[in-house]
Nanobody, 124 residues
Framework: QVQLGESGGGLVQAGGSLRLSCAAS????????MGWFRQAPGKEREFVAA????????EYADSVKGRFTISRDNAKNTVYLQMNSLKADDTAIYYC?????????????????WGQGTQVTVSS
C-alpha cells in the first residue's frame, strides 16, 4: 500500500510558476512509477507527466512539454512537478499517482494509488 499527499497548489498569474510536491508513504518508493494527472471542471482526468522509479526517464503530455518538469527524490519519498509559463488552461486539480505495474504510464488505468489532489488556479 502507498499513501500519497500532494501540496504546493495555489493561485498564480498567467506566466508564473508553481512547484507541486507529492509525498509518499512506505519504504519501496523507488519501485513505483510515478505520474501527475489533472482534472479541470467538466473534463476527464488527463495525463500530465510520468517518471520511472530511478528518475532516469520521463514522459510528458504535448500540452506541457517544455514548460513542466517532473522529478523525484527517492531519499525523501517525494515526486515533484515544476510548472513554468503557466496558462489559464492549466487550471485544474492536480493529482499524483503511483504505479506498481508501469514505469511511465500515461493513462489513469495504469496507476494503482492516487492522492487527494491539489488545486492549481491560473488567472489570466
Amino acid at each position: 500500500q502507498v499513501q500519497l499527499g500532494e501540496s504546493g497548489g495555489g493561485l498564480v498569474q498567467a506566466g508564473g510558476s508553481l512547484r507541486l510536491s507529492c509525498a509518499a508513504s512506505g519504504r519501496t518508493f523507488s519501485t513505483y512509477g510515478m505520474g501527475w494527472f489533472r482534472q479541470a471542471p467538466g473534463k476527464e482526468r488527463e495525463f500530465v507527466a510520468a517518471i520511472t522509479g530511478t528518475g532516469g526517464r520521463t514522459e510528458y503530455a504535448d500540452s506541457v512539454k517544455g514548460r513542466f518538469t517532473i522529478s523525484r527524490d527517492n531519499a525523501k519519498n517525494t515526486v515533484y512537478l515544476q510548472m513554468n509559463s503557466l496558462k489559464a488552461d492549466d487550471t485544474a486539480i492536480y493529482y499524483c499517482a503511483a504505479s506498481a505495474r508501469f514505469w511511465r504510464g500515461t493513462s489513469t488505468g495504469q496507476y494503482d494509488y492516487w492522492g487527494q489532489g491539489t488545486q492549481v488556479t491560473v488567472s489570466s
